[in-house]
């Protein structure tokens, strides 16, 4: 599988909902009184606290999105100097060639340490 700006957006977003996922938990539990019920703080809602819950959420997340950003750029243009330069498709990183290679490779290894009965 080639990987395309389209698939990209699609893990950024995925992980985008991961981390809306966990700022709405950490709303919610600040909403119940988790801290209360739980770790026996005072009984009421701090909104201090949830908002430095959500700053440190967001950081992380910022972080996280670039990073992912950064390496989904350059393995897409990794995989089309392959197919520009070297004529060449790749799928999972690996060309076809050096795929079928690791297969054979892969099959006698396991012929060979499979035990006899």
Known sequence: MISTPTSG???LRQEAMG???MLLLVWVA???GVP???FGEPPGFVLTRVLFR???ILTIW???HLTTRR???RLYHLEEYFGSRLNTETSHGICPECSGKQMTTQRTVTRVNKPTA
């Open 9 to 11: 957006r699609s893990i």
């Open 62 to 64: 910022l972080w996280v």
């Open 54 to 56: 959500t700053v440190v």
């Open 36 to 38: 209360h019920h739980f």
């Open 30 to 32: 600040e909403i119940v």
């Open 71 to 73: 390496l989904l750029r």
């Open 19 to 21: 981390f809306c996922l």
